[in-house]
């Protein structure tokens, strides 16, 4: 048995050229000799990668189908009506959305998939305001979740862009975000609770995610200092 001079692959008699580098295979004691059947495929053999992704989604509703159902039945029987088990079924419905929903789309829409995420995080929250008896859901819980909702919508649209290509001026409009999105998130609290409309406590994190995301913005002209960071983080 020979072996490749330059990559050490071991060779079977009927190689005179290396299958793995292509190195010609040189062996004064052992010539090579040709024969008709390789000791591997000639072809190399490629598996399917097209998944019917229809099919996938219509199994892995039917499997969240089935806890919702019993979690359903098993409430009316016990308390003659259906109450705690909306619980169950909008969260399945939310995870639905979330994870198998955007399999169905057959181009790659972060804004879309992300906005209807959105909404079934809305809706399962008006469930859990309509089930608990509160009346907070108008004026608190859809105001949060469309605020946050919203951001995470704006970021990926931004995102999308050829502008904002690279990690420092993302990481700027995160903290830019993040940010504002305290502010907001005070402001409608206060709101509901009838206090002032003065951001207070906000300012402690709105303050040091506008200096970090200038920064960032700043370190992003440094041309040194952006290839010492793909050097370090491999990016």
């Given at each position: ?99 198998f929903l955007p399999m169905l789309f057959r181009k790659s829409r972060p804004w879309l998939s992300l906005s209807l995420d959105s909404i079934a995080a809305a809706l399962y929250v008006g469930v859990i305001c309509a089930v608990s008896g509160g009346d907070w859901y108008w ?97």
């Open positions: 048995m020979s072996y490749c001079v330059n990559c050490g692959v071991e060779l079977a008699d009927s190689e005179n050229i290396c299958p793995l580098c292509g190195t010609e295979v040189i062996n004064p004691a052992k010539p090579a000799v040709r024969v008709h059947q390789y000791p591997y495929p000639r072809r190399v053999e490629t598996l399917s990668k097209n998944i019917d992704k229809k099919f996938l989604v219509s199994i892995a509703g039917t499997l969240m189908l089935i806890p919702t159902a019993i979690t359903i039945f098993c409430d009316f029987v016990s308390g003659g009506g259906i109450s705690w088990s909306l619980y169950v079924a909008g969260a399945m419905l939310m995870l639905f959305t979330w994870i004026t608190l819980g859809l105001p949060i979740t469309a605020s946050c909702c919203g951001l995470v919508v704006f970021l990926a649209v931004l995102f999308e862009l050829e502008s904002t290509k690279g990690i420092l001026i993302r990481a700027a409009f995160v903290l830019f975000g993040v940010g504002l999105l305290t502010v907001v998130l005070e402001l409608i609290i206060n709101l509901h609770l009838g206090l002032s409309l003065i951001p207070r406590w906000s300012g402690y994190v709105f303050t040091p995610c506008l200096l970090l995301g200038i920064a960032a913005l700043i370190l992003r002209r440094q041309k040194n200092f952006k290839e010492e960071i793909r050097r370090r983080f491999y990016v």
